[in-house]
């Protein structure tokens, strides 16, 4: 599976950012798809998952503010990110795999690259 995102700049404290990854190849390794990021200095972390059947899971520091969602037709995830704050200024990366465990939190084995998001105070 290779996966494309995009989306992500530099954005204001309050405001929105939405990021899309798009999984091509095997993409029936692909019935999760998730949002992963790394803040520098700090270990990659969680930040949401969604399955092809729309059960979602997502990290409590982004609850009530980011919304995950996918297209299943054309293997697509999208995170959509409001009332964004300093801290969630990071490289995002997204995420597949066939079967997940800890409530979508580990097990996948395709990686895209990271885009950048830079919220200011």
């Known amino acids: 599976v290779q996966l494309q995102a995009s989306g992500g700049g530099l954005v204001q404290a309050g405001g929105s950012l939405a990021l899309s990854c798009a999984a091509t190849?095997?993409?029936?390794?692909?019935?999760?798809m998730a949002w992963f990021r790394q803040a520098p200095g700090k270990e990659r972390e969680f930040v949401a998952a969604?399955?092809?059947?729309?059960?979602?899971y997502y990290a409590d520091s982004v609850k009530g503010r980011f919304t995950i969602t996918r297209v299943n037709a054309n293997y697509t995830v999208y995170l959509q990110m409001n009332r964004l704050k300093p801290e969630d200024t990071a490289v995002y990366s997204c995420?597949?795999?066939?079967?997940?465990?800890?409530?979508?939190?580990?097990?996948?084995?395709?990686w895209g690259q990271g885009t950048q998001v830079t919220v200011s105070s």
């Open positions: 995420a597949a795999a066939g079967a997940v465990r800890n409530w979508g939190r580990e097990g996948y084995d395709y």
């Open positions: 190849g095997r993409t029936s390794s692909s019935d999760w």
């Open positions: 969604v399955s092809t059947w729309s059960t979602t």
